[in-house]
């Protein structure tokens, strides 16, 4: 099994930046794709970013300009950068892997950070 964790979360003011980052217990072998959800208070979670293991990038159209995901290194899965941050990107964001075929597929979900975009 794999264990995911986020960090970078917190309280920012309208405008400003947060990092997130995501890092696994152990050394995944095979990804497909990674990405960064999140879940606003009494919402339904939604896609934010996803990265493929050739690099190609998808965003939620709410998010394009803003933010940016990368791929990491070693058990240092992905980045999520947001800039320009609004009171509406306020929510859990959750950090995922899409195993590839020697993970035998299976998908990987972390426990989530906070972020907080004040007005």
């Known amino acids: 099994q794999v264990q995911l964790v986020e960090s970078g979360g917190g309280l920012v003011q309208a405008g400003g930046s947060l990092r997130l980052s995501c890092a696994a217990s152990r050394a995944i072998f095979s990804i497909n794709a990674m990405g960064w959800y999140r879940q606003a208070p009494g919402k339904q979670r939604e896609l934010a970013a996803t990265i493929t293991s050739g690099g190609i990038t998808n965003y939620a159209d709410s998010v394009k300009g803003r933010f940016t995901i990368s791929r990491g290194s070693g058990k240092d899965i992905s980045y999520l950068q947001m800039n320009s941050l609004k009171p509406e990107d306020t929510g859990v964001y959750y950090c995922?892997?899409?195993?590839?075929?020697?993970?035998?597929?299976?998908?990987?979900w972390g426990q989530g950070t906070q972020v907080t975009v004040s007005s």
């Open positions: 995922v892997v899409h195993g590839g075929p020697m993970e035998n597929g299976r998908e990987y």
